[in-house]
């Protein structure tokens, strides 16, 4: 890719990535040297990702940077995983509702639905970015969908 | 390809996208039929919420467990901070500031030294210091320096104690002249009374030894009393012990080697 194509992918895709890192992490700051870092990343592997593959290759940076930040703070993650199973299924707002629900979901799932339903990705794509088999992407993404809705239906949240 | 229980989500997903071929869609629906269960679970999936309608969660924040961990003050904490302040008070009541603490030892120790220095140079007679003990601290507060380098700088250099020293030790030697003066003439006084002879007599008749040489010898000596005064008596009381006592050696002497 060009410097002109990173140019456009820059444009097109700091914010998205922005955004993908913050959903994911909820940390500003966090997200912003992870997607500089994936930025600076691309800029230097510019001559050997394609323009069409700078998408996956940005995004697969973020998650891959995201994942690192997940493993260091393993402990942390698992134990915020298990408040969020074990809180008591009664009526939540809405905010509160949703944001259980989606933290009792496994990182990979959260993502898979982010990139999905936000971002608008393909299967191959997902998979692409996450570095997984299409199949996996599916699984992944039924698994989470039903556990969301599930999760959903004890909070007593209704979308309808 | 055969749709079991544990690859049925793929296909259940491409099922619902409609990406499945019309025979492997029906395989799909096949196996729901076998499966009631899988049925429900898929109509949740169906049912789910795409995230992008959902209000916005407030998303797990994951940050660092060190700077996650609050530290609940409990009453060990007050109980650490109590005992800290309480010592820290002890200390200020049983050890108060000595704001003058190192002026106080130089006071004490200093002008006793200087003192003596003074009393064995000067005067060699051993008069005692007559000084005013009580004023010196009050120099030596003033003159004082500060830190201890210019402290030996003014020991060399006379400083102001050191000048008040030195108009003392003059009113000193003043004194000691009148106390000789009055020695002397305590002497001479005694010389004439022993020996009964006066080595001024002729000066004195020169000028009015008429007087005292036709006294009798009552009121010439009440005329020396006067003369002398009454502090002047005991010292010729001692003075006229102690000849005696030398008349009385002489006679002892004499008796002694007159006899050989």
């Given amino acids: 890719m060009t410097a002109h194509d990173y140019n456009n992918a820059f444009d097109d895709l700091s914010l998205r990535g922005y955004r993908f890192a913050l959903r994911s992490c909820g940390d500003k700051e966090l997200s912003r040297d992870i997607v500089q870092e994936a930025l600076t990343s691309l800029w230097e592997h510019r001559e050997s990702v394609d323009r069409e593959k700078s998408r996956s290759y940005l995004f697969g940076t973020i998650y891959r940077r995201l994942a690192d930040h997940w493993r260091k703070l393993q402990p942390v993650v698992q134990e915020a995983r298990e408040e969020a199973v074990a809180a008591p299924q009664e009526d939540f707002d809405a905010q509160e509702a949703v944001g259980l629900a989606l933290a009792t979901l496994p990182e990979i799932q959260r993502s898979i639905l982010q990139l999905k339903d936000v971002e608008g990705y393909s299967y191959k794509e997902i998979a692409n970015i996450l570095a997984i088999s299409d199949q996996q992407v599916c699984v992944y993404l039924y698994r989470a969908r039903v556990a969301l809705k599930k999760k959903l239906i004890a909070y007593g949240y209704n979308d309808r | ?260």
Avoid at chain 2, 93 to 121: H, I, N
Wanted: hydrophobic fraction near 40%; glycine fraction near 4%.
């Fill in chain 2, 1 to 260: 390809m055969a749709i079991t229980i544990d690859n049925y989500e793929y296909y259940l997903v491409q099922y619902l996208d409609g990406t499945l071929p019309e025979r492997e869609a029906a395989e799909v629906e096949a196996f729901l039929e076998s499966h009631p269960d899988l049925k429900e679970e898929m109509a949740l999936f169906a049912d789910s919420p795409k995230l992008e309608s959902l209000p916005a969660a407030k998303v797990p924040q994951f940050s660092n467990p060190a700077a996650r961990r609050t530290i609940v003050i409990g009453w060990r904490h007050y109980a650490a901070a109590a005992c800290v302040l309480a010592l820290f008070a002890a200390g200020l009541f049983l050890f108060p500031k000595q704001e003058e603490g190192p002026v106080v030892a130089r006071m004490d120790t200093l002008p006793a030294v200087e003192e003596v220095e003074t009393e064995t140079s000067v005067s060699g007679v051993g008069i005692p210091s007559q000084r005013p003990k009580a004023a010196q601290p009050v120099l030596m507060a003033e003159a004082l320096p500060e830190t201890v380098e210019e402290e030996r700088k003014e020991e060399t250099v006379p400083s102001a104690w050191m000048e008040s020293v030195a108009t003392e030790e003059i009113i000193e030697t003043t004194l000691l002249a009148e106390n000789i003066e009055e020695e002397i003439r305590v002497d001479y006084e005694t010389f004439k009374r022993i020996a009964n002879y006066d080595p001024l007599a002729s000066i004195n008749e020169q000028s009015n030894g008429d007087a005292l040489k036709n006294d009798a010898p009552e009121v010439k000596e009440q005329k020396q009393d006067l003369y002398l005064g009454r502090l002047a008596q005991p010292f010729l009381t001692v003075a006229a012990w102690i000849g005696n006592v030398r008349n009385e050696k002489n006679e002892f002497v004499n008796q002694l080697f007159g006899n050989i």
